[in-house]
């Protein structure tokens, strides 16, 4: 006799285990971090540190740092300063929402203008810092503590928390992620510099092809990642219906596909836990 929807819903040990911070193990090699219970993790400043290394654990910062190599060259192409570049990486944190900024500020746009189009963007990074916060809370941890780690949380930080946090103590795991966050931002300031100055020799066609390694990654990277039949329903889905999303020349392709492609998926998710 199969659960009712209600039964499911209360069923608080699965809810507990799945929203509350419980991470499910890739099926890959494991990061060379110390073991849960080892002595390295007993301090707050070794755990950054940790966090910090890590950056050289993933192939997404070399992505980064190709990326925003683009970004600051499209920033000295558009006549910005380095400093106004370097502030934008440093706050807006969201390598999509930097090239929406610069690009309509350079074509003409008021800053309210191009405020509401970086807000619009961001508005998908949402979802992931509801779903990343939780894996590093406590039951003591005050508020004040995650507004760092929520500032960071962009899609390879994301990306790489369900990849690393599982072997990180969880009263660790803010201070790990303040690291890795620290890091990939300084990688990317770094990135921002050397692009600027290189402008002048950087080619149109090789600047938008190093723009374009982002979302190639980030598409490889979800494909990676994805463990659960939902996950896999909704990547081919937003694949498959963004071309039609785009026949409707609304601006909100993206948006539109993503939303019913989710949508679709959380229903597959809905019912296979109905009939489990």
Request: include cysteine.
């Amino acid at each position: 006799m199969h659960a009712s929807p209600a039964a499911l819903f209360l069923d608080a040990s699965r809810r507990i285990a799945r929203y509350a911070g419980t991470i499910p193990q890739p099926a890959k090699t494991p990061v060379a971090l110390p073991p849960l219970d080892s002595p390295q993790w007993q301090s707050p400043w070794r755990a950054f540190a940790w966090g910090l290394r890590s950056i050289t654990q993933t192939i997404l910062t070399l992505v980064l740092f190709a990326t925003y190599l683009g970004i600051g060259a499209l920033a000295h192409d558009t006549h910005f300063s380095l400093l106004w570049a370097l502030c934008s990486t440093l706050f807006v944190w969201a390598g999509p929402a930097q090239i929406i900024l610069i690009t309509t500020l350079g074509s003409g746009a008021t800053v309210i203008q191009s405020a509401i189009a970086v807000t619009v963007s961001a508005v998908r990074l949402f979802p992931m810092v509801v779903s990343v916060l939780p894996l590093m809370r406590t039951p003591t941890t005050k508020r004040r503590e995650l507004f760092f780690a929520a500032h960071l949380t962009a899609v390879t930080l994301w990306v790489e928390c369900h990849r690393f946090l599982p072997q990180v103590p969880r009263e660790r795991r803010i201070a790990f992620v303040n690291g890795l966050g620290f890091g990939l931002v300084s990688v990317c300031l770094t990135a921002n510099t050397i692009g600027y100055f290189l402008a002048a020799n950087l080619t149109q066609t090789l600047g938008a092809a190093i723009l374009l390694l982002t979302p190639l990654s980030f598409l490889f990277s979800t494909a990676r990642n994805s463990r659960e039949v939902a996950d896999v329903v909704a990547l081919v889905l937003g694949i498959l219906l963004y071309p039609l999303a785009a026949k409707m020349n609304s601006g909100l392709d993206i948006l539109v596909s993503g939303l019913a492609a989710g949508t679709i998926a959380y229903g597959v998710h809905w019912w296979r836990e109905v009939r489990a």
